[in-house]
């Protein structure tokens, strides 16, 4: 078992008031659960338990309340909970387009579009609506029809919401790669699901740079022979000739002609969207999810976990080639706008994000807990010229939120606001542990478990523990969980991914993290499972160490790797981001190596300290912990990570030399 750090004496931070708790969907929820099924609970950990105990009908009460539109009768909710196999709702039809678009008031905004590159501008849902209707015409066209794959390489803007929502409404699969991945990713990508249509963007901007990808995507089409048709948002320089893409269409010639908006209502688990896996370690998984699972899953988030209202505007910094970009869309499922970001988010310094937050009147602000460390790291005062007054929330995801970064958000944002770190993934297009808005935000914790999520941390005899730390572990099914991989048609992926740890019976989903659940219920995640580190039969999650080390003013940024040598002995190896003007010297080591030894144990003090400019992360921002362990221990650098899919490929170099140098001190 992992050694737990709680102690039950972190601060609280912020508690809601009266007012706020009176008037937050949650509340709203349960009012009507007593009102409409005379079913009441006492606070919100006894409405967590109902959830996930009779989740029949716990999610039949999500499909009432939030009137979801379908044919057929939503009476059976799930016919089996075995996991994998899982089958909610089988008796009905949607469309999770419909869910978005249908009834809604022309004149209010939908989405704000902002970049580092042009003034904002606001698109109103009788806009958005004419838009989709035109871009599904276009499709219609191209002879797109259910069940068809529409690829996509498209930054954060508005022509990827509009491309996503016209490609469901037909009931056609949407699977959308980041225009900063290179090409052999994207194709390791598309090629596995043969995508009829592609969209693109002939280049974009970023941190001030003009990225022209047009020999990207014509290589990219000769190794996709599936497309019947090639469609070039100019999004970088309007008007310029399509060279070496002759058969392909601009945009705006795609979605000249008018038509009718419909829709084509599919089964539950008829696939929306191909999302991938990192593809750090190996080729990326396909990972589809169902229209009925998406809906259900980001009706209830959205509105009960991240608290949209009406008036909110939500903006949520991230790129198409992350989730968190699709879990952003799901915001449309509300009464609130979304705020799209095209650009980078520390240009032309650490501080333009807050601009965008201020200028486009964002309400609800997330981003990664990277971002915020960088923040608090270089000084930011958000507050500072700016008037954001209308900030009444800020989410994190991707990474543990220190508690030295929460502590950040209240001293420079104030004590009024609501931070709630989330913790999730791809693998569900949510986060199933994060914000509850009518609790309390302890330091360094995650609020509670999500509705519907009957998460638990298991020991290593599949014990549920309170109060220590465990192995992350769904032990009932959710409906947004995968249909499917695509391609892998005897499921052994699929199986093989989530099921196949523990080898007991009714099957149990590993998720692959460390978690601790407080006795209060809170959460504090311990890092990646597979990342953790044995010291003399001490085992704890990376983030422990990290939370100790960056306490440290000289430290920023950290990644720990318990390196075993051939002969099985291992090393415990540090790698540190310091401070601008700092130095690694004899006397921080020792620091370091004091706070550890206090904070964690003696055994958890580093065998070595290495200093480094960045520490390289995935494209959602997670560090590359597994990778560079295994280059360490002797693995090529091409065999244990895709450069294409690291955020910043330039921070592997360090970890190279070094790795060679070793294997050259072996050899001799």
Known sequence: MVKSTADGTRPVLWAPSAEWTDSSELTRFRRWLASDREIEHADYDALWRWSVEDIEGFWRAIWDYFEVRADGDPTRVLTDRAMPGARWFPDVALNYAEQILADRDPERVAVVCASESQPHSEVTWGELIDRVARARAGLVAAGVGRGDRVAAYLPPTIEAVVALLATTSLGAVWSVVAPETGTTST???????????????????????EFDRRDTVREMVECLPTLQQVVVVDHLHPGRPLTGLDTAVTWAAFCAEEGPLAFERVPFDHPLWILYSSGTTGAPKPIVHGHGGIVLEHLKKLHLHVDARPDDRILWFTSTGWMMWNFLVGGLLTDAAIVLYDGSPRHPDTAALWDVVEQTKTTCFGTSAGFLAACRADGVRPREGRDLRRLRAVGSTGSPLT?????????????????FSSSGGTDVCTSFIGGVPTLPVVQGELQRRSLGAAIAAWDDEARPVVGAVGELVLTKPMPSMPVMFWGDTDGERY?????????????????????????????????????????????????????????????????????VEPDTTSRLELFVVLAAGRELDAELERSIAARLRTDCSPRHVPDAVHRIDEVPRTRSGKPLEVPMKRLLMGAELDSVVDRDAVANPHALEPFRLLAERRAYRRAR
């Open 187 to 209: 194709v390791d990508r598309f090629r596995q699901i043969d995508p009829s249509v592609l969209i693109t963007v002939d280049g974009y901007r970023y941190a001030g740079r």
């Open 403 to 419: 508690p030295e970064v929460f502590d950040w958000v209240y001293r420079e944002l104030g004590p009024d606001l609501w931070l």
């Open 495 to 563: 199986r093989d991914a989530y099921f196949d740890h523990y080898r007991i019976e009714p099957r149990v989903w590993r998720h692959g993290d460390w978690i601790e659940i407080t006795p209060h219920g809170g959460v504090v995640i311990h890092g990646r499972s597979d990342s953790t580190i044995n010291r003399g039969g001490v085992r704890m999650g990376t983030s422990e160490l990290y939370r100790s080390v960056l306490t440290l003013d000289a430290v920023v940024d950290a990644l720990a790797l318990d390196v």
